[in-house]
């Protein structure tokens, strides 16, 4: 079937640490894939993207890369702040009109 | 200008009773989403539309029922309200042509407190 799973919550890091969440996905065919991040009380928010295999996405100082070979979307950055707080949800959508999304992982970062 | 707006924000009300929650979208997107958050944040695809059509519909109790009057915008109305349905719904939309990544665009969240 077509699903995604991402690493469980919650992680806590401290300020400047190193931060990896992973995601691997199945779904038929070469689906577009996503990292939404949902800051409390709003709504989900396109942190990144990539539509092809061996795309990285990147966008405040996160990225992702691709990986068709694992199947894998996994989320990284090399320092995080506090302002990072927030529930990051991994996504996939295959051509149809169908996004799937994993079931969010809660990072808290401490000053 | 908010380009994904749901109304209203907030919402409590007591079992059994009948609800509705509005979204419109500016982006001049064609597919528009109702997706359920529950406590512990897992997001679940309840239907999408596309240019007023119902093309997704997961196993929702119908007691839930969509309603697309044009493109911009996709109502939830939910009959006999029970206390499973408290959750934050979140509306989306789309834009799904050929070449487009289909990125979604969320609204804030209605969050929805049956009692």
């Known amino acids: 079937g077509n699903s995604v799973t991402q690493m469980e919550g919650p992680v806590t890091l401290s300020e400047e640490a190193f931060l990896t969440i992973n995601c691997t996905y199945t779904?038929?065919?070469?689906?577009?894939l996503f990292w939404y991040v949902q800051y409390p009380g709003e709504g989900l928010q396109l942190l990144l993207k990539a539509t092809k295999a061996d795309d990285k996405g990147s966008n405040k100082g996160f990225e992702a890369t691709y990986r068709k070979e694992t199947t894998s979307f996994h989320l990284e950055k090399g320092s995080v702040q506090v302002s990072d707080s927030a529930v990051y949800f991994c996504?996939?959508?295959?051509?149809?009109?169908?996004?799937?999304f994993g079931a969010g992982t809660r990072l808290t970062v401490k000053p | 200008d908010t380009a994904v707006s749901q109304t209203p924000k907030y919402l409590v009300t007591q079992m059994g009773n009948d609800k509705s929650i509005k979204c419109e979208q500016n982006?001049?997107?064609?597919?528009m989403y109702w997706y359920k958050q529950d406590s512990k944040k897992f997001l679940k695809i309840m239907f999408s539309y596309n240019n007023k059509e119902l093309i997704i519909n997961e196993t929702v109790p119908n007691r839930f029922s969509p309603k697309s009057p044009d493109k911009a915008h996709l109502n939830l109305h939910i009959n006999s309200l029970e206390l499973g349905d408290s959750a934050v719904y979140f509306c989306a939309s789309s834009l799904n042509v050929a070449g487009d990544t289909g990125e979604l665009f969320f609204g804030e969240g209605s969050r929805l407190t049956v009692l």
């Open positions: 996504a996939r959508k295959p051509n149809n009109n169908d996004m799937r």
């Open positions: 982006l001049g997107h064609d597919t």
């Open positions: 779904a038929t065919g070469y689906p577009s």
